[in-house]
Each structure stands twice: as structure tokens, then as C-alpha cells.
């Protein structure tokens, strides 16, 4: 079986050989691309044929190349026409060796094209074919020539395919010999118009000649059609204009409507999320109160006072209040000696808190008034203290307000719109729509706050989330809607530069989904004139006769010409190639 090689198209025969040496199998079969230089050199092939020789392999090719197949034939190297055959070995179809070919020379006409160069070869004299002499340069004439040999005998190479063992017997016939056959009529044309290069070149200039000038004609007779361009300014009389109206614009209508104004419109919206941490203001008590006890006196009457719970004592502007219901009891008499008439105040002990906390209610021993009594009474039902009051501390904390939330989440709305507005103004711009910031609506979707009313707390963080969206426009189809309704309120006059007309809107009312604008347009009008018309007038005109074939109209007071290229002095032949562009005086 033979080992199956490929080879590239460029490959040096060094590098074939190379690989016929690496090769285990002592049969090879190269698979040669078409036009592969190696198979175009019968130099090539030959010292193929002889390395493989010197190393005892068998070598064969698979190639459909025609020169190939014949340089191959000569050498008696075998020809494989498809892959699977050289791999299953099967008897190839295989020309004579060069040894097996008749003594007599084989010789082939060749046309030298290059005759004034080298000098005409004489068709009568042949050039031998022999392996000793064989050049490089004369091995593609002596293929060119087998290929024009072949051409003339069958016109087409036979597709070389697998055969059956009964052809492959018929196969072993003697094969015909070579012959050398005349010059072809095609070779002695080629020849002759070799040996006579002026009156071929001189008879072969004049149909170019004739094709440049028709070419030049149609080239210039082109240019002047399709090449010059006009622009014609006309100015007009014009009258100032003013347009009014309300647009609405409408996230669910689909096209603009002139007659209606409506133009269509798309929600832009985004959310922004913010936190951010904020100091509690609130403070709150939170010291300890004093307490303490004292004696209340009744020196009033002889009849029991009552002091429910907490009933107020005052010293010194500190009020306390008394823990629990107390009966004081009236005052009694005592005779003296005298004899004498003594009462003495009914007493009772009340213990008392401080209505505040903090440790300027530690009082020493004081006076207490009952406040809650008539004045009448007060001097006469008292308290009186005799040891200090103790416990009382100072101390205060910060606290959480409603007041510290609520201005939380206005500071922070203030800032989520400040810069959510300006990337929702980006966001429109992205999307090519314009938006009205007056328009934009927030909503709350997230309010919270880290700390509850009321908790001792320094500082709490607070969390808004909004939700920021309007209806965003085409100021195109804005100016479209616009500029349609002028022409239908216009009729006969038309608007100058529209584009150029002042269009200002503002912000009538907005609800879900819908946004009504006033619209106000300034312009100028006038007389409506027929461009195609006016192209007519001035086309394939000089720039005077254009000039005052326009002139002539009533409406128009002025009009200035341009054309391109300068150098013609004529308007264009074609009415697409001239632009008409009204203005008006300013």
C-alpha cells in the first residue's frame, strides 16, 4: 500500500526529496496540487524520479494536471487520478517509460513569440526533445506543444478513472507511438503576426481610436448634462405672519395629525435612589428626680386637711409633688399657766418627689407652700423640711424628632431632583426626545429612616427613593405639526425659510400620558409660486436671460444665480440639476 504525501503548491523539489527520505514505506504516492511548480519541470520530476531511485522507493503521483500527467508519462512515472486508488495500490493508468519510446527523435513545432528578441524560428525546423538537453525554458514550450498536440487529436484530456480488470487487460497493448505532426494553421497565424509586428500593431490602433473619441464624446456630452448645478436665490415680497394654537402630545398616538395637532410622545423616566446621614436636634431628660420628706403643719383650723396625690409644694421656685393621699390633722389648745391659750398645729409626714429631675432639686432643709390652697390658707397649712433632699441628677439626650424626619426627606428630595432631573434631560437627549422640565413629575417610592421618633440617637440615616418621569417629544414632528397646519391655514401663500421662522412653546397642562402646549410661530409669507415652474423658466438659460425670465413676477423682487462650475456660463439642461431656495428681505 502506498503512504500518500501531500505536497504544497510552492514546494521546493529539496524539500520533496526530504520528505521521500523521511518516509518509512518503500512505496509513496505524491498528491500533487494543479499548477504546483513542481510537476511543471521536467527537470523536476526527472531528479525526483533518480532521489527516489537512489533511496530504493517507488514513487507515483495522483494529479489531474494535464502538463503533469504528460511530463509525468515521459518519465514513466506512474499516474494516479484520484487518492483512494494510489492508497488501495491499484494499477494506475501508466505511461511508457522514456526508454520504451521509439529510437527516433520526438519532435514539436514551437512558435517563439519573442522573435524579435531571439530571432524567428523557421516553421520548418524542428526542436529534438531529449532528456540530456532539456532546459528548464524549453520544457514549458514542449508542454505547451503536447498541449496543443493533444488538443488537435481528442480536444480534451479523458478524465482518467478506476477500471475494471478486463480494461485493465486491454491496457496492456502496445501503446501508440508519438508522432510529430506539422505546424497548425493556428501556430502559422500567431507565427505571421510574429514576423510582422507593425502591421499588426498598426491595424489593431484603429478601432481604439475610434472607441477613445466616441468615448470622449459621450464623456463631454455626460458632463454637460449631469455635471453643472444652479442655485437660484429668489427673493420675495413678503408679509409678516403669526401662527397660534395648542399642540397635544400623546404617548398613544401614533402619528402626527396636522388637522388635530397631535403629535406622538414617549414616557422618560427614571428612579433614584439617595441616603444620607442627618443629626437629631429633639433632647430629652432623661436625670434622676430628688426626693426627700417633710412635715406638713394644720394650723389653720382644728379640723383635718386632706392633700390628695400629688399636690404641689414649692421652695424657692422647685416644685414637688407629693407620693401619695395624706390627712393633715387640725390644731389642738393648750392652757398654760396663766393662765393661757396655746393651740398647737396638727402635723403630718409627707414624703415628695421633685416635678423635674436634675440635681438643683437636692434641697437643703426649707420652707414649703402649698400652692394648690387659698392664699388665706397657705400661711397657716405649710410643710417644712429638716433634712436635705438627695438623688437628683442632670442629665440630657439627643433625640429623634418628627420634625428631623420630615426635613430629612425634603433635603434629600431637593437633591435627588437637582441631579435627577439633569441625567433625566440626558436620558431624553439619548433617546433623541425633548422634554419640558416643568413638566417632570416626582413620586416616592421608597421613604425610610434608620432611627424611630423619639430614640436617644445622635445621629440618624434616612433613605428616598423617587421615581422621576415626563413625556418626552420629536421637535422635529413638533415643527412638522406645526409648519403643516400654517400650510393649511395658508392656502394660497406659502411660508419663506420655515425653518428659519421663530417657534416658541411652553407648558399648558399636563396629565398622565398627555401634554398640552400653546405654540406660537413667526414668520413670513408669501404668494405661493410653483418651483417646477420657475426651473423651466431659467433652465439652459445664460445667467442674464435666467435672471429676467424671474424678474418679470410681481412677488418676486429680487434673484440671484450661481452655477457650479464657474467656468459655465449657462444654467443646467436638466431641471433636477437646479435648486430653488425663497427668502425674503430682511
Request: charged content about 30%.
Amino acid at each position: 500500500m502506498n503512504e500518500i504525501i501531500y505536497l504544497e503548491p510552492d514546494e521546493e523539489i529539496t524539500s520533496v526529496i526530504d520528505k521521500l527520505k523521511a518516509s518509512e514505506s518503500n512505496s509513496v504516492a505524491l498528491v500533487i496540487p494543479r499548477g504546483a511548480t513542481l510537476a511543471q519541470s521536467i527537470v523536476n520530476l526527472k531528479l525526483l524520479k533518480k532521489a527516489a531511485e537512489g533511496i530504493e522507493k517507488e514513487i507515483s503521483l495522483v494529479a489531474s494536471d494535464k502538463i503533469a500527467t504528460n511530463l509525468a508519462s515521459q518519465l514513466g512515472i506512474a499516474i494516479y487520478s484520484k487518492v483512494s486508488d494510489a492508497q488501495k495500490a491499484v494499477s494506475p493508468k501508466k505511461a511508457p517509460a522514456a526508454s520504451t519510446l521509439p529510437d527516433h527523435d520526438i519532435s514539436f513545432k514551437i512558435n517563439d513569440y519573442s522573435a524579435k528578441a531571439s530571432g524567428s524560428v523557421d516553421e520548418d525546423e524542428a526542436i529534438p526533445m531529449s532528456d540530456e538537453e532539456l532546459g528548464e525554458e524549453n520544457q514549458y514550450k514542449e508542454a505547451i506543444s503536447e498541449a496543443l498536440k493533444e488538443k488537435d487529436e481528442t480536444d480534451e484530456m479523458p478524465e482518467i478513472e478506476e477500471k475494471s480488470q478486463e480494461e485493465n487487460e486491454e491496457d496492456e497493448e502496445p501503446e501508440k507511438k508519438f508522432e510529430s505532426k506539422p505546424i497548425s494553421e493556428k501556430e502559422s497565424t500567431i507565427k505571421e503576426k510574429t514576423d510582422n509586428p507593425d502591421k499588426e500593431i498598426g491595424f489593431s490602433r484603429k478601432p481604439f481610436i475610434v472607441i477613445a473619441i466616441i468615448s470622449i464624446v459621450l464623456i463631454l456630452a455626460a458632463s454637460y448634462l449631469f455635471l453643472p448645478y444652479a442655485t437660484a436665490k429668489v427673493i420675495l415680497k413678503t408679509d409678516d405672519y403669526k401662527f397660534e394654537d395648542n399642540i397635544t402630545i400623546g404617548k398613544d398616538v401614533a402619528e402626527i395629525s396636522a388637522k388635530e395637532m397631535l403629535i406622538p410622545g414617549k414616557i422618560v423616566e427614571i428612579e433614584k435612589e439617595q441616603s444620607k446621614s442627618f443629626d437629631a436636634t429633639g433632647k430629652k431628660d432623661v436625670g434622676e428626680k430628688a426626693t426627700g420628706k417633710l412635715t406638713v403643719y394644720n394650723d389653720y383650723d382644728d379640723k383635718p386637711q386632706l392633700l390628695p396625690v400629688g399636690t404641689k409644694l414649692s421652695s424657692g421656685g422647685k416644685v414637688f409633688l407629693s407620693t401619695k393621699e395624706v390627712s393633715v390633722p387640725g390644731f389642738t389648745f393648750t392652757i398654760l399657766p396663766g393662765p393661757k391659750l396655746v393651740t398647737n398645729p396638727g402635723t403630718v409626714e409627707v414624703t415628695v418627689e421633685a416635678e423635674k429631675s436634675g440635681d438643683q432639686y437636692n434641697l437643703a432643709p426649707s420652707n414649703f407652700t402649698i400652692t394648690a390652697l387659698p392664699a388665706d390658707k397657705q400661711s397657716k397649712i405649710y410643710g417644712r423640711s429638716t433634712t436635705a433632699f438627695t438623688g437628683g441628677v442632670t442629665k440630657e439626650v439627643k433625640v429623634v424628632t418628627e420634625e428631623d424626619l420630615a426635613n430629612a426627606e425634603k433635603q434629600l428630595k431637593e437633591e435627588i431632583l437637582t441631579n435627577s432631573k439633569k441625567e433625566l434631560l440626558q436620558v431624553a437627549e439619548n433617546q433623541h426626545a425633548a422634554v419640558i422640565e416643568s413638566s417632570i413629575t416626582e413620586d416616592i417610592v421608597l421613604s425610610s429612616a434608620s432611627k424611630e421618633v423619639n430614640s436617644e440617637n445622635d445621629k440618624f440615616d434616612y433613605t428616598l427613593k423617587l421615581h422621576l418621569s415626563t413625556l418626552g417629544f420629536s421637535q422635529q414632528d413638533l415643527f412638522s405639526a406645526v409648519r403643516q397646519a400654517v400650510e393649511l391655514e395658508l392656502e394660497n401663500k406659502m411660508l419663506i425659510n420655515p425653518e428659519k421662522s421663530e417657534v416658541t412653546y411652553q407648558l399648558k397642562e399636563s396629565n398622565a400620558g398627555n401634554m398640552v402646549l400653546a405654540i406660537v410661530l413667526n414668520g413670513k409669507v408669501a404668494t405661493k409660486l410653483d418651483e417646477e415652474a420657475l426651473k423651466n423658466k431659467i433652465k439652459n438659460k445664460n445667467l442674464l436671460q435666467a435672471k429676467s425670465s424671474l424678474i418679470g413676477d410681481a412677488v418676486i423682487s429680487d434673484v440671484a444665480i450661481s452655477i457650479w462650475p464657474n467656468i459655465i456660463k449657462r444654467t443646467p439642461v436638466l431641471t433636477k440639476r437646479i435648486d430653488i431656495n425663497f427668502d425674503y428681505s430682511k
